[in-house]
């Protein structure tokens, strides 16, 4: 099997002094793992959804085609990056993430089984020691990402998300995995990870009320990538994430 490196959005490598024409990527598949942005995608209930508006579109009064789109976006929203500022004073902001932890190698848990007969399903500590068991210890500098088979349902709202209602209220019937609270302190603790992310809405799980999976993890600067697509493209071990999310000084997220 090739190598595999899996592109969260854009990224860009500029090799210094390289003898030979050849890409660097030659031996390597690529994976996308971002949805794509319009009007079906998926935010928070309590955010906006994304606009994609045109400003022009056709043939100039100089005889020559053009188009030209504006676009409206909550950070948080779709594909994304999850900034530790986000849940965590005076840690990074989007735009001062170091570009070395926006590259990491790739640890894929499978927790489909265990989500399939609970939609709240928290990963466990022991999820992530059994991945070990099988596969060796966590690499440092890692992106560990848990694959529910949740993106099955995109971009359906309701099944995505638990409820296709809108505004403050609906968050209480947010219903998805994530991870346990638990898993978050042996990640922060015991692991030097780079990012977790995931193929749900949020880190921690629909019904959290406290958000101690995004508090924990983001107060040791550790990334959060969030509504993650193609999962099951991934093996286990041996696939690395490049995520260069737009450059938003001071943001607290990015698309």
Avoid at 73 to 95: K, S, V, Y
Avoid at 246 to 253: E, L, R
């Amino acid at each position: 099997m090739k190598n595999l490196i899996a592109i969260l959005l854009i990224f860009s490598i500029s090799p210094i002094n390289i003898a030979s024409d050849a890409s660097p990527f030659e031996h390597f598949a690529v994976v996308d793992l971002t949805h794509s942005f319009d009007a079906n995608t998926i935010y928070w209930p309590t955010e906006e959804d994304f606009r994609h508006t045109e400003s022009f579109s056709g043939d100039t009064e100089g005889g020559w085609y053009y188009s030209a789109y504006s676009v409206k976006t909550a950070e948080h929203g779709g594909t994304h990056l999850d900034a530790p500022i986000h849940f965590a004073r005076n840690r990074w902001t989007a735009d001062e993430i170091p570009l070395q932890r926006l590259i990491a190698p790739a640890v894929v848990v499978d927790v489909k089984e265990q989500v399939a007969a609970n939609s709240d399903y928290e990963i466990s500590v022991a999820d992530l020691k059994q991945w070990e068991e099988s596969y060796g210890p966590i690499p440092p500098g890692a992106a560990v990402l848990a694959n529910t088979g949740f993106a099955k349902f995109w971009p359906n709202r309701l099944e995505y998300l638990g409820t296709d209602e809108r505004g403050p209220e609906a968050v209480k019937a947010l219903h998805f995995p994530g991870f346990s609270r638990e898993s978050a302190e042996f990640l922060a603790t015991q692991r030097n990870i780079s990012a977790v992310g995931l193929d749900t809405a949020s880190i921690d799980p629909g019904q959290s009320k406290d958000f101690m999976v995004h508090r924990i993890l983001y107060d040791k600067n550790i990334l959060g990538y969030e509504n993650v697509a193609n999962l099951d493209a991934l093996p286990a071990k041996g696939a690395w994430v490049m995520a260069l999310p737009m450059k938003i000084a001071d943001g607290s997220g990015a698309p």
